[in-house]
């Protein structure tokens, strides 16, 4: 059963980190280009971050460099996403999507992707 499952998002404070997962299961996560999109209450979903199948080439959202790094490791397989110095704007479902295609550059939420996984809630609060 191929599946894409988030974990580690919950609650924390203004300057707190956490590390989101993103689980891979039933495809090889080698050949796979996956991305974070975020989705908060009343607002369009937008891209995180991604990270390419060929190269790990990493590509980040402004609201985002500096703060937040993805990485993968194909042998488990999972893709995470490390959230430094976190914001209440972040607050927000995170979701990570996978595409066959090697992307250049960070792509709109409104793509076709070949999986999504269910999400994982993030809230940012004192």
């Known amino acids: 059963q191929v599946q894409l499952v988030e974990s580690g998002g919950g609650l924390v404070q203004p300057g707190g980190s956490l590390r989101l997962s993103c689980a891979a299961s039933?495809?090889?996560?080698?050949?796979?280009?996956i991305i974070w999109f975020r989705q908060a209450p009343g607002k369009e979903r937008e891209g995180v971050s991604c990270?390419?199948?060929?190269?790990?080439?990493?590509y980040y959202a402004d609201s985002v460099k500096g703060r937040f790094t993805i990485s993968r490791d194909n042998a488990i397989p999972t893709v995470y996403l490390q959230m430094n110095n976190l914001k209440p704007e972040d607050t927000a479902v995170y979701y990570c999507?996978?595409?066959?295609?090697?992307?250049?550059?960070?792509?709109?939420?409104?793509?076709?992707?070949?999986?999504w996984g269910q999400g994982t809630q993030v809230t940012v609060s004192s």
């Open positions: 999507a996978a595409t066959s295609a090697d992307l250049e550059a960070l792509p709109p939420p409104t793509g076709k992707y070949d999986y």
């Open positions: 039933g495809f090889t996560l080698d050949y796979y280009t």
């Open positions: 990270i390419s199948s060929s190269d790990d080439s990493t």
